[in-house]
């Protein structure tokens, strides 16, 4: 998909407008409502434990004194933290942050557009930033992937 120049071609502004899109599927073509004090507060429970993975995800890239952007080259491998158990958790807590924003929306609309996104990120973000791992770490890298999951 072609983004115009200045576009941010960012992992939080894609999240940004999946959760733009799983609102307006939700208003336009709820498909199914299930909305519920008990659906909406799990999706609040969810949203909130998706930020806060996702933040205490990007402090260790503070720590460890490496670039979090995307294709920027990594001065460090971080396997501390949520990294121990998965390569990716700032795309995780993104993902669990849209299913709380799907279900809170209460949709299942919403939440079809929760579900591509992995997808989405994996092939737009995930595989370019694992093969910039390998060239830059080698056998470490490779070593950290077979011990953590990439989700």
């Not at 999706?43 to 004194?65: D, E, M, P």
Request: hydrophobic share 55%.
């Amino acid at each position: 998909m072609a983004m115009p120049r200045d576009f941010p071609d960012l992992p939080p502004v894609w999240a940004l407008g999946a959760i733009l899109a799983e609102w307006l599927a939700a208003w336009w073509l709820p498909l199914w409502r299930f909305a519920s004090p008990v659906t909406t507060a799990i999706g609040i429970a969810l949203f909130v434990g998706g930020i806060a993975i996702i933040l205490w995800s990007a402090l260790w890239f503070r720590r460890k004194k490496t670039p979090i952007e995307p294709r920027n080259v990594p001065k460090a491998l971080i396997v501390e933290g949520p990294y121990r158990i998965n390569r990716n958790p700032i795309y995780t807590g993104m993902t669990l942050a849209l299913f709380g924003a799907a279900l809170w929306f209460g949709a299942l609309s919403a939440l079809i557009v929760a579900a591509v996104f992995p997808f989405v990120i994996t092939h737009r973000f995930i595989k370019g930033e694992e093969a910039g791992l390998r060239q830059t770490f080698g056998a470490e890298a490779e070593a950290y992937f077979r011990r953590a999951r990439r989700w």
